[in-house]
């Protein structure tokens, strides 16, 4: 079945790099996503990465992607107050126009 | 200014009472979504619209109706019949997919509180 995992909470110190971590079943997803939801807010697509691509970095972002494990990952650099919010990863599966969202990791920031 | 709104911000009804949710985007957006977010669950599909005058039931339809008889709106309404209507509802869109990609754009959510 269809199915997205991620841990629920995540604590970083301020300055530190946060890696928020998903695992996806769905082989057939060409897409995979990360988006972020700010306290009493909807959701912003923050990155995606292409399931033939191994690595998409931007600004303080880094997407890491490992199809083989259909595991994916998060890094944000130097992690800033501002970044504190709940990060869903997500897939699309090839077959049709839903997606499949994981529970969220909610990222706490330490001063 | 383009974007996706969802009125109200809260809302508070009385047990046994139905109560319509609004969502309205001028993206000119093909496709759109309702979501119920509630603590540790992530997002669960409610009813999703790829096209005006269609819809689908998501995983958790019971309890709620849908229609879609403007390209622009997608209103929500949680019945009577909903067992535990409390919760966050998202509202989303997105485009005519060209391919597999799909980002899809979020409302600022509903609260509503069944009391």
């Known amino acids: 079945g269809e199915d997205v995992e991620q841990s629920l909470f995540l604590s970083v110190r301020e300055g530190d790099s946060s890696v928020i971590n998903c695992t996806y079943t769905d082989s057939s997803s060409t897409y995979l996503y990360w988006y972020k939801q700010e306290p009493g807010a909807g959701l912003q697509l923050l990155t995606y990465?292409?399931?033939?691509?191994d690595m998409k970095q931007d600004q303080r972002l880094t997407v890491l992607l490992n199809k083989k494990d259909k595991h994916l990952s998060l890094r944000i650099a130097d992690t800033q107050t501002g970044d504190s919010a709940i990060y869903f990863c997500?897939?699309?599966?090839?077959?049709?126009?839903?997606?499949?969202f994981g529970k969220g990791t909610r990222l706490h920031i330490l001063p | 200014d383009g974007g996706i709104t969802q009125s109200p911000k809260y809302l508070f009804r009385k047990e046994g009472q139905n109560v319509t949710l609004s969502c309205e985007q001028n993206l000119n957006h093909d496709a759109m979504y309702w979501y119920r977010q509630d603590p540790g669950q992530g997002l669960r599909l409610i009813y999703y619209s790829q096209i005006v005058n269609d819809f689908q039931k998501g995983d958790i339809a019971e309890g709620y109706s849908v229609s879609r008889e403007k390209k622009e709106s997608f209103p929500l309404t949680v019945t009577s019949a909903q067992k535990n209507p409390t919760a966050f509802y998202l509202c989303a869109s997105s485009p005519r997919r060209q391919s597999s990609y799909n980002e899809q754009f979020f409302g600022p959510g509903t609260r509503l509180t069944v009391l």
């Open positions: 990465i292409f399931s033939n691509m």
């Open positions: 997500a897939e699309t599966p090839n077959r049709d126009d839903k997606i499949i």
